[in-house]
């Protein structure tokens, strides 16, 4: 039986738990969006769970995204919420450690840098790379390179992991990185990401070696990088390496705040740490995503292929021409494929922002069944759900289900649940309306001021890397397996292990 102590009625209602600081960490932690849809049949789209100390109001549903996602930044603050991780981490000056106007003007740098001119130089770059790693690197070459067609094995997390480095540092990070990814930029990298997990959001100052380890860790990559920038400055580097031109320090080098300031070493520094992380997990978990999706559905990975030879077959039908990005848009099944990957496995299921002022929550969403509003405190969190959005019955057919061809039938009803299986509510999201709006149930980018800038860097990338496989390798899961479950104990959503994947070379 439940104890039911009197509440401010104006507060959102809260989830019962029993321990008092801890509060629901554990549910949440191990699998939020069960979590999160259990809270919803009992209290509704708008409930506030504690989490370690912090009360988090999570809200749900278009109007749920649309209330933490279009706030006003005074009112609900990214920085706020996601600082002190992200500080020690990216280092001192840019994203969440300046005023929100900089990092307005910073994210327009790095859009300027994800021009359609360096996206063209990099579908090959991308290519190179990834039929490079599976030629040399020890999980694929020995299988790779014989021409007896017999079945290897890869572990999807490892292997992709090390590929979105590589083909990341090749293209956006520049040369210069690429050639010096060795042993101590890998512990230094690891190192930094060993700052960047759920402990950090929950415990920030805790006495920990691995903090230690990240600080020293991100003094080093700010002087590895400012080294790159003067070498540049300096022309050590050759400038007829055309490669150099098309990455993303050349580009923010050029660039200059409103008031005419350009930016220092040390914050151009910061902004590659701050996209190398950003890029890194994100990239990798989908790419891994991706790979164990097609390896279990025969159906759609033979589709792809149907779709490479279809449109890059060389004239004498024996190879395949590199992909130029204006073709990507011509690519449904390869979009698709992205795309739905990026609908039930958003890598980040949580976001957050902190309540910088009363907010009243609009009675469309939710109110309590008196007169008047809810109303969430200063000093709480929000919280919207991506994950959720992308897997809500009330939204989707068959919402668990991994489906590409539904992005390519299309219409009202391909991912819309048709009416009748909506509870009550009536919301018709044809794919007209998957828009990138704040109360679009499709956002694994994020939505509002704060959204993604790297989702066209990540298309291309994730394009020309899983068309690189496909052309290559046939893939299949071990006997028995299926993809396996998700692991929210990282900081984006990754396969449990194992995941391993066993592969061979096409004909
Ligand atoms: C922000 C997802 C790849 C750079 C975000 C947000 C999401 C997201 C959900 C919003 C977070 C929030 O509102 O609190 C993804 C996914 C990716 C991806 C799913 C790949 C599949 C990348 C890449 C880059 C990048 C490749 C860099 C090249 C950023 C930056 C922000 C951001 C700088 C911060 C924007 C801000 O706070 O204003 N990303 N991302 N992302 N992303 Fe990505």
Same mark, same amino acid.
């Given at each position: ?376 405190? !200063? %000093? ?5 759900? /991506?994950?959720? +959005? &992308? ?5 989707? =057919?068959?919402? #668990? ?34 828009? !990138? %709006? ?5 956002? /694994?980018?994020? +939505? &509002? ?5 790297? =989702?066209?860097? #990540? ?49």
């Amino acid at each position: 039986r439940q104890l039911v102590l009197p509440r401010d009625k104006s507060l959102p209602p809260e989830v019962f738990h029993i321990l008092p600081i801890i509060g629901s960490a554990i549910q949440y932690g191990d699998d939020p969006i069960n979590f999160f849809f259990k809270c919803r049949e009992r209290y509704g789209d708008v409930f506030t769970f504690t989490l370690i100390g912090r009360k988090v109001t999570v809200a749900l549903g278009p109007k749920g995204n649309d209330m933490i996602l279009g706030g006003k930044p005074n009112v609900v603050s990214a920085e706020e919420a996601y600082t002190h991780v992200t500080t020690p981490v990216f280092g001192k000056g840019v994203v969440f450690d300046c005023s929100n106007d900089a990092l307005m003007q910073q994210k327009k740098f790095i859009k300027f840098g994800l021009s359609t001119e360096n996206f063209r130089a990099y579908m090959g770059m991308i290519e190179d790379e990834t039929y490079q790693f599976l030629s040399t690197d020890s999980a694929f070459a020995a299988t790779f390179n014989t021409p007896n067609r017999d079945w290897g094995s890869f572990n999807a997390v490892k292997s992709l992991a090390e590929l979105t480095i590589l083909t990341a540092s090749r293209t956006l990070q520049g040369s210069e990185v690429r050639s010096r990814l060795d042993k101590t930029f890998a512990q230094r990298y690891n190192d930094l990401d060993g700052g960047f997990k759920p402990i950090n959001f929950l415990f920030p100052s805790l006495p920990l070696p691995s903090y230690r380890r990240r600080d020293k860790a991100q003094q080093e990559m700010s002087k590895f990088y400012q080294d790159i920038i003067q070498r540049r400055r300096d022309r050590v580097t050759n400038p007829e390496d055309e490669e150099v031109g098309h990455d993303m320090l050349a580009t923010l080098a050029e660039q200059k705040y409103r008031d005419g300031r350009p930016l220092s070493d040390e914050e151009t520094a910061h902004m590659m740490i701050a996209l190398l992380m950003a890029g890194q997990h994100t990239s990798s978990a989908t790419s891994s995503w991706i790979l164990l999706h097609i390896a279990d559905n025969v159906e759609v990975q033979q589709g792809l292929y149907a779709e490479q030879v279809k449109h890059f077959s060389t004239p004498d039908g024996k190879g395949f021409q590199t992909m130029e990005y204006e073709s990507l848009k011509n690519l449904p099944l390869l979009d698709a494929v992205v795309r739905e990957t990026l609908r039930v496995h958003p890598p980040i299921h949580s976001i957050m922002r902190k309540v910088m002022q009363d907010l009243p929550v609009p009675s469309s969403l939710a109110a309590p069944s008196e007169s008047g509003a809810f109303v969430i405190p !200063k %000093g709480y969190f929000v919280l919207a759900s /991506p994950a959720v +959005a &992308g897997t809500d019955p009330r939204v989707w =057919e068959n919402p #668990a289900e991994w489906d590409p061809y539904r992005w390519i039938r299309g219409g009202s009803g391909a991912g819309a649940a048709s009416k009748d299986e909506l509870s009550g509510e009536k919301v018709d999201y044809g794919f007209g309306m998957m828009s !990138k %709006g704040t109360e679009s149930p499709y956002q /694994p980018f994020g +939505a &509002g001021r704060h959204r993604c800038i790297g =989702e066209s860097f #990540a298309y291309v990338q994730l394009g020309s890397i899983i068309a690189t496989i496909v052309r290559n390798l046939e893939l299949r899961l071990p006997a028995g397996k299926t993809v396996p479950p998700q692991n929210y104990h990282t900081m984006v959503v990754m396969p449990k292990s194992p995941c391993d994947i066993e592969f061979r070379r096409r004909e």
